[in-house]
């Protein structure tokens, strides 16, 4: 059973940085393209970005470009996400995936799911 472990999130103030990490566990994690999500409140969960199973490719959705940064440590079974110069907008709950079926680029499903950690940036 793949288990995905999110960590890292906080109470930041705007212009402040993070750095998220998800762990994995229960499959061999070099296999599995990962993704950040992330879902605000009374909104839907959104696509922040996503970095291929080697680390070569990532792909991030245009609201966060410049500010965030993927990227993961397959020896460690981890991926990360730097976020810079937060926002007031980016309070959500940050959700880590895994996509091991690695058939398409970017991922167009993810069967695996954290739990999530809560970033909240006050302005």
């Known amino acids: 059973q793949v288990q995905l472990v999110e960590s890292g999130g906080g109470l930041v103030q705007a212009g402040g940085s993070l750095r998220l990490s998800c762990a994995a566990s229960?499959?061999?994690?070099?296999?599995?393209?990962m993704g950040w999500f992330r879902q605000a409140p009374g909104k839907e969960r959104e696509f922040v970005a996503v970095i291929s199973s080697s680390g070569g490719r990532t792909y991030y959705a245009d609201s966060v470009k410049g500010r965030f940064t993927i990227a993961r440590d397959n020896a460690k079974n981890t991926m990360y996400q730097q976020i810079n110069n937060l926002l007031p907008e980016d309070t959500a709950v940050y959700y880590c995936?895994?996509?091991?079926?690695?058939?398409?680029?970017?991922?167009?499903?993810?069967?695996?799911w954290g739990k999530g950690t809560q970033v909240t940036v006050s302005s």
């Open positions: 229960g499959r061999t994690f070099s296999t599995a393209h």
């Open positions: 995936a895994a996509d091991f079926r690695g058939v398409r680029w970017p991922p167009v499903g993810y069967g695996y």
